[in-house]
């Protein structure tokens, strides 16, 4: 074995991933600049290059290893050596999951054909919990007998955002009433109460958040205390203990957070113990590093397979003209993949379909479109695929199947949370469910349309219902940008002729968009029918859809909070 093109190969792919952890550093380093100066454009630039990072960089790694590796690209023994080596020279890192990940990516790039192997790849390794020991760079600590007052004063002296403060002191009561009404109303100090906030903030939109947790009444009790910059300067926004609330601003309908940190296992340790309802694939996916999550959840997925015997099936709701979706029943993900011909009138290409996710994962999701992982040579059991399914593969995405005596491969295919699809919600749900859920599926439009995108396709099968009951969109074949639409009122009849025409008589652009029209097909369960038209007024109304268009066309960056409005401590501050 040539040990000089071993360790050749084995530098370049540290230093092709070392570009890229110091490239996504520096970019995350930019983002307290931004909310110091307001600059909300130039955090979502910096936010979509920071996404390109990890691609750009395995592609160009690939380039180079392909040119002086081109005579052993497919010698399964060399990558068995290098892949031996490279455990060595990663063994001291304190980064060694993410090193393995881009290792990972790279032979997945270069190796022909290569499916999960594990022998050349890192496939079972990943993060393991690391107790979080006392860290002087992990976290500020805050003692109990300082008091609350000076804790709290502490805490906002430790956070300088480089900017004018609105009202500081009216922060900090704002913090010390919200403290003493949700943890010391039903808890003691002790000498054994302790307060720690991460040092680092997390930076995502117009907002950037403290991430901490105090010890009392014998455990941790975990906040986010939550910092807007407005036109009058910085202040606090609200103070946060829900649990569930927490979850959703960590959840996979989130951009991800910027945030500094030297050690990404340090991180999501302490994440893991104060957002516990979430899983590992999702928390490094929260702070940018989502093709490490991709890598865990794979790693989840298979461990599930180990431990559960059910057949994978067609996915529940109406099939799709487009997609192609299936789940496991006793697991929490779905797999989409492009049909090889799509039902009229879809007319797009595979290709195109696949441009519309591209766009999904880099522009900011406000908490209502569902992030999704993209594989390739995906191998599942044959055995656990039930027939139906098979049949329904087979006759829908044939191109991007091929069996193996004992499994199946699928060249490509996206995962993505599973949801209830809001179509069967509605039709199983007691009317109070129902309202709430015609309210926020009014919402999740509304939201995306401030985020610059229109989803084409609003019916209601197209959206989920997440544990929480928020309403996702998740069908992504026909979202365009909210600016390339032209929002029109329905030209008014004036003719015998114009009133009983069988087809519109007026010019119709591909890009002419009627909300009137919206009411015939939105909602059909009829005793909320009407409650949602009402609730949901400016959805029919062009006018209302060209205000937002102007606003987005003059530059304004239109925020959606991750949390209830009502728990503001000043509700009516301009976001």
């Known amino acids: 074995m040539d040990q000089k093109l071993t360790h050749i190969t084995i530098n370049q792919i540290l230093k092709g991933y070392d570009n ?6 520096m970019l995350t380093r930019k983002a307290p600049e931004f909310f110091q100066n307001r600059d909300w454009n130039g955090m979502q630039i910096n936010h979509r290059q920071r996404l390109r990072l990890y ?15 081109h005579n052993v690209l497919g010698d399964y023994g060399f990558w068995k050596e290098v892949k031996k080596e490279y455990s060595k020279a990663i063994a001291g890192r304190k980064d060694i999951e993410l090193v393995e990940t881009f290792f990972n990516s790279i032979i997945r790039k270069l190796y022909p054909g ?3 192997n594990e022998s050349l790849m890192f496939v079972h390794e990943g993060f393991s919990a690391c107790e979080i020991l006392p860290n002087d760079q992990l976290y500020h600590t805050y003692p109990s007998h300082w008091g609350l007052q000076k804790i709290i004063r502490s805490i906002i002296a430790d956070f300088d955002f480089k900017a004018p403060y609105m009202n500081k002191e009216e922060d900090t009561q704002f913090l010390v009433r919200a403290i003493r009404e949700v943890i010391l109303g039903r808890y003691i100090v002790d000498e054994s109460t302790i307060t720690q906030v991460v040092k680092s903030v997390f930076y995502r939109n117009k907002a950037a958040y403290l991430i901490g947790r105090t010890f009392v009444g014998g455990k941790w009790m975990p906040f986010i205390i939550s910092f807007l910059h407005g036109p009058s300067g910085v202040y606090v926004d609200t103070m946060i203990f829900d649990p569930k609330i927490m979850a959703h601003m960590f959840s996979f309908t989130r951009s991800y ?36 999550g991709k890598t865990e959840l794979y790693r989840d997925f298979l461990n599930h397979l180990e431990n559960s015997n059910d057949q994978f099936v067609i996915a529940e709701g109406i099939k799709g003209m487009v997609m192609t979706v299936f789940t496991l029943p006793s697991y929490n993900i779905v797999f989409k993949m492009i049909k090889d011909y799509f039902d009229p009138p879809k007319t797009m290409t595979r ?49 991007l199947l091929f069996v ?11 995962t993505e949370r599973k949801m209830i699809p809001l179509n069967i919600y509605l039709e199983n749900c007691n009317l109070e469910d129902a309202k709430q859920a015609v309210e926020e599926y009014g919402n999740a439009i509304l939201q995306l349309a401030k985020a610059n995108i229109f989803p084409g396709d609003m019916m209601t099968k197209n959206f989920g219902v997440t544990r929480q009951k928020r309403v996702v969109f998740y069908d992504y074949d026909e979202i365009e940008f909210l600016t390339d639409m032209n929002f029109r009122w329905k030209p008014k009849p004036q003719t015998y002729e114009e ?6 008589w007026y010019e119709i652009a591909p890009n002419d968009v009627f909300p009137e029209d919206f009411k015939r097909f939105m909602i059909g369960r009829k005793d909320v029918k009407e409650y949602f038209f009402e609730y949901h007024k400016n959805l029919f109304n062009p006018d209302y859809w060209i205000q937002i268009q102007e ?25």
Do not use: C
């Not at 530059?555 to 301009?574: C, D, S, T, V």
């Open 257 to 292: 957070f910027m945030v500094e940190t030297d050690i990404p296992s340090q991180l999501v340790a302490f994440l893991n113990s104060v957002i516990t309802h979430k899983q590992i694939h999702e928390l490094y996916n929260a702070i940018g590093f989502n093709k490490h």
């Open 351 to 399: 290709q195109e379909v696949r441009n519309k996710y591209k766009i999904v994962g880099i522009h900011d999701r406000v908490g209502r479109m569902a992030d999704t992982h993209e594989f390739e040579e995906f191998h599942l059991p044959l055995d656990r695929i039930h027939p139906s399914l098979l049949n329904e593969l087979r006759n829908t995405v044939n191109s």
């Open 20 to 25: 890229y952890f110091n490239s996504f550093k």
């Open 114 to 116: 290569l499916a999960i």
């Open 55 to 69: 691609k750009d960089e395995v592609n160009s790694t690939k380039l180079i290893l392909e040119q002086t590796l």
């Open 499 to 504: 009133i009983y025409a069988s087809s519109p």
């Open 551 to 575: 606003k987005l066309k003059a530059g304004e960056w239109l925020h959606a909070l991750p949390y209830p409005n009502e728990i503001r401590f000043r509700p009516k501050e301009e976001v």
């Open 404 to 414: 193996n005596v004992n499994e199946l491969i699928i060249r490509h295919v996206y």
